[in-house]
Structures are given as C-alpha cells and as structure tokens.
T-cell receptor, first 113, second 113 residues
Framework: KAGVTQTPRYLIKTRGQQVTLSCSPI?????VSWYQQTPGQGLQFLFE???????NKGNFPGRFSGRQFSNSRSEMNVSTLELGDSALYLC????????????FGPGTRLTVT | ELKVEQNPLFLSMQEGKNYTIYCNYS?????LYWYRQDPGKSLESLFV?????AVKQEGRLMASLDTKARLSTLHITAAVHDLSATYFC?????????????FGAGTRLTVKP
C-alpha cells in the first residue's frame, strides 16, 4: 500500500503571498489531519478533514484553511504569508475507528522570506 | 487544556546503556502514541497504546501506559547508535477528537559509541 504523499516537498515564498499544499492519504483512509512543526512551537494541530468536512480545528488564524475532496485528498492554504509561517507542514491520514493510528507524510518544508 | 510533557528533552547515552523517557499528560485519556523522527524527516509511528496497563515492545524499545497516573514510559534497552532520533509522545485531545493529537516537545536522543 502506498503511503501518505505530500506535494511539493519544498517551497520558498515571499511575505504576503499565498501557498497551497497538497496531501494524498493512504488508500481507504478518509481522515486527513494537518500539523505545523516549528523549532519554537513544536508540533501543532491545524485541522482535520473527514468526508470533505472540517471536523476539528486548532488554534490558528483564519489565514490557514483547508479542504478535502471526494477522493479524500486534501489541500491546505495559507494566505498572506508571514515569516513565522516558515515550518514543516505534515499531513497524516487515518482510518476512522479502531486505534485511530495516524500515518504521516514526508512533509512540505515551507520557507517564507 | 490538555498538556503533554516529556522529559528529558535531551538525552545523551552511551551504547549499551538503558534509559527511560517519560511522558505525562494532564487530562484523562486511554490512548497514547509514540513516534520517532529522524532529522529532516517525517514522523514514524512506533507504538499505539490503547488501554491502561498496555505494554508494547519492538526490538530495544518498550512502551507502557498508566492511564491512572497519566503517564507513559518509553524504555530503551542496550542502546545502539541507530536509535539516535527525536521521540515524541502524543495524546488525542479527547475521545471525540481522536485525530486532534497533542504532542510533547520531544526527546532528542543521541547514542554515543
């Protein structure tokens, strides 16, 4: 079974721009969660999507948004980028039910200059 | 608010020695997850602990969960260099938000020859 894939792997953007990151979950997994990882704040939950609906949302400003498509693929968007948005963005997919074990993708490294 | 605390945050070990990483969390949860992260890489799932008293072992690593004490331990036996990585514990926000995981700050383990 193929793992979670994320594109692009690396991205450099300028302050004020917007960015869209993509995540394809493991086949059969309908839940996709997004996390931000920074040296200062660690791993922080952004949001979770299940069946094209946002189920949970972390404590991030409205500049951070996401969506999920009918094939469970998910995108997250960050508008009006700030320097502090530089981070590793990880998505994780899980099969809803059972252990709820999350499988993480390789991440997208975003650098904002 | 759920808080997840790990200690130590940094651990330098000699090969062949034993040590334990601790993970405390502040609210009731009957499940806890351990992950490993190598530098510049994503998170790899190590253990899923789903009930009080759960114990799982894989190679030189053994994890346990005490839900009454709100404590999990990751024990390393006869450390080898390949175990050098950062280890995270994670707890779901609550039983209704299983995919909103709160992570500890991580324990950076270095195993020296």
């Amino acid at each position: 079974k193929a793992g979670v894939t994320q594109t692009p792997r690396y991205l450099i953007k300028t302050r004020g721009q917007q960015v869209t990151l993509s995540c394809s979950p493991i086949s059969g997994h309908r839940s996709v969660s997004w996390y931000q990882q920074t040296p200062g704040q660690g791993l922080q939950f952004l949001f979770e999507y299940f069946s094209e609906t946002q189920r949970n949302k972390g404590n991030f400003p409205g500049r951070f948004s996401g969506r999920q498509f009918s094939n469970s693929r998910s995108e997250m968007n960050v508008s009006t980028l700030e320097l502090g948005d530089s981070a590793l963005y990880l998505c994780a997919s899980s099969f809803v039910g059972g252990s709820y074990e999350q499988y993480f993708g390789p991440g997208t490294r975003l650098t904002v200059t | 608010e759920l808080k997840v605390e790990q200690n130590p945050l940094f651990l330098s070990m000699q090969e062949g020695k034993n040590y334990t990483i601790y993970c405390n969390y502040s609210t009731t949860s009957d499940r806890l997850y351990w992950y490993r992260q190598d530098p510049g890489k994503s998170l790899e799932s190590l253990f899923v602990l789903l009930s009080n008293g759960a114990v799982k072992q894989e190679g030189r690593l053994m994890a346990s969960l005490d839900t009454k004490a709100r404590l999990s331990t990751l024990h390393i036996t006869a450390a080898v260099h390949d175990l050098s990585a950062t280890y995270f514990c994670a707890v779901p926000l609550d039983r209704y938000n299983n995919n909103d995981m709160r992570f500890g700050a991580g324990t950076r383990l270095t195993v020296k020859p």
